[in-house]
């Protein structure tokens, strides 16, 4: 049995980071022309839920940092097991098949949404690649494990970093307005 290289374990955090990176650098903008495009589209949609949908570079780096965490012990995980760990290869599977949801989100929406150029370019093949690798160094993969949590517990992560972003920023922008009162 082979042993599983640093790259393999570590290399998810890496790829998650050059992913993300192009999502902090896209999202703050590509949700104000969402926005825009519902009010001028839906114009009965009530403006709280418009400003909802509207993500500040805060949000999107609190979010995307919370992510980074999982991420992080997800390969800290693999890291230690040799890539047996099972957070570790959920967290992989999660990976590589949250790409369909932003290449669909593209293809529906007819138009560039976060994460649409690296999810094909960076994302999916380090998810392939990495699995390969486990496979070629003896490493049970726990495919059938691990994809059916992985295909609901990566949405909901990113779901409740999203939430927690939301709920950080709106907080620190309220004491702002309270601190501007005094």
Not at 41 to 64: D, G, K, T, Y
Not at 165 to 170: A, E, K
């Amino acid at each position: 049995m082979a042993a599983v290289s640093r790259s393999v374990t570590w290399g998810l955090l890496a790829a998650w980071a050059v992913h993300d990176l192009e999502e902090l650098l896209t999202m703050p903008a590509a949700s104000r022309r969402a926005a825009a495009g519902l009010r001028a589209r839906h114009p009965r949609i009530p403006e709280r839920v418009l400003r909802a949908v509207e993500i500040s570079p805060a949000h999107a780096a609190v979010a995307i940092g919370m992510m980074g965490g999982v991420m992080a012990a997800a390969s800290f995980a693999g890291a230690r097991s040799g890539g047996r760990s099972a957070f570790y290869q959920t967290a992989l599977a999660g990976f590589g098949w949250h790409t369909v949801t932003h290449l669909a989100q593209s293809a529906v929406l007819r138009t560039y949404t976060p994460g649409a150029v690296t999810a094909p370019l960076v994302a999916a093949p380090f998810a392939i690649w990495a699995q390969r690798r486990l496979k070629a160094a003896g490493v049970p993969l726990r495919t059938n494990d691990s994809l059916g949590p992985a295909l609901w517990l990566f949405p909901a992560t990113a779901a409740a970093c999203h939430l927690t972003g939301h709920l950080v920023t709106r907080r620190l922008r309220a004491s702002r307005q309270t601190a501007g009162r005094s």
